[in-house]
């Protein structure tokens, strides 16, 4: 009796085991499901809603910090290993109003793969220019059509300066209503540096792509070498929540590195939401 008991327990143990192993297999690179925190994507998504990211269309992200329990935004993780960013390759290229799930890149104190999950609209891929004017929204000098419900009334002048807007920076003087023009860096580009370029770009060389800056006199120097140019190591990315009136995004944070993209939200998997368009089934995500 007592190793039939033994038997059928070890049975169940490693039952359980090829299950978690399989689980952590579709965590980590097939699809994950993902809880909408705000109205920033409405009316595309609600708050509330659960969503299932699509970790194979740009490929899975292979994770920064193998030390850490597999559960989004669980804290519970050994950062003194840190692997380098690698993607599987995938079956498709982020795309001009992809809707993606992405690592908030603000939040430098823990590893990128440990950090709050955001969803957004992307805008404008690398090697677009983007721009806001009156309140419209631009792409490469193309305005985009107003997602429903966005204001149509222009609240800032084309001077004023909002500290919370990117690169908040008062020489640079852009609001809600007059954001750009902003080159989106793709992988290879040069610019040249001077005053306005390292305002909006110091993110990107110092941050994101790890380079030591400094400023002497009016010359810079990237890792003590002086710098009249400077190449981007990846590719970056805008985005906007389709709630514009009510979204924290890239004009508020700025770029969004290739790096912190982890998949694609493709389907609607449940809406308890009844109080904005009541129950909605699995339904495809555009």
């Known amino acids: 009796m007592q190793e039939s008991v033994i038997f ?3 049975r169940l143990a490693k039952t ?3 299950a978690f192993l399989l689980w952590l297999v579709v965590h980590l690179f097939l699809f994950e499901a993902f809880l909408v925190p705000t109205a920033s994507m409405r009316t595309t998504l609600l708050e509330g809603d659960y969503i299932v990211v699509n970790k194979l269309a740009y490929g899975a992200r292979i994770p ?7 559960f989004a935004n669980s804290n519970a993780f050994l950062d003194f290993i840190q692997l380098p960013y690698l993607r599987l390759p995938g079956y498709a290229h ?7 799930v992405f690592n908030l890149p603000t939040e430098r104190e823990v590893p990128i793969d440990e950090r709050t999950l955001y969803v957004k609209r992307c805008i404008a891929l690398p090697g677009d220019t983007f721009k806001i004017e009156k309140g419209l929204v631009y792409i490469n000098s193309k305005a985009l059509e107003v997602p429903e419900g966005v204001h149509d009334s222009i609240i800032s002048s084309k001077t004023s300066y909002n500290p ?3 690169p908040n920076d008062p020489f640079i003087k852009w609001n809600l209503d007059y954001f750009g023009p902003l080159y989106i860096p793709r ?9 306005e370029s390292m305002s909006i770009y110091n993110q990107i060389i110092g941050t994101f792509e790890g380079n030591r800056i400094k400023f002497l006199n009016d010359t810079i120097y990237i ?10 190591k990846m590719n970056y990315y805008f985005a906007l929540g389709d709630n514009r009136n009510n979204s924290i995004d890239s004009r508020i944070w700025g770029f969004l590195p290739e790096t912190h993209i982890i998949g694609k939200a493709s389907f609607i998997l449940y809406s308890s939401n009844k109080n904005s368009g009541g129950h909605r089934g699995l339904s495809i995500i555009r």
């Open 94 to 100: 982020i795309s001009r109003n992809d809707v993606i």
């Open 64 to 70: 920064f910090t193998p030390l850490s329990l597999p």
């Open 16 to 18: 359980i085991f090829v």
């Open 187 to 195: 992988k290879g580009d040069s610019i040249k540096l001077n005053r």
């Open 164 to 166: 919370n807007f990117f």
């Open 223 to 232: 890792g003590n070498k002086k710098a009249s140019y400077y190449t981007f």
């Open 8 to 10: 059928y327990l070890n």
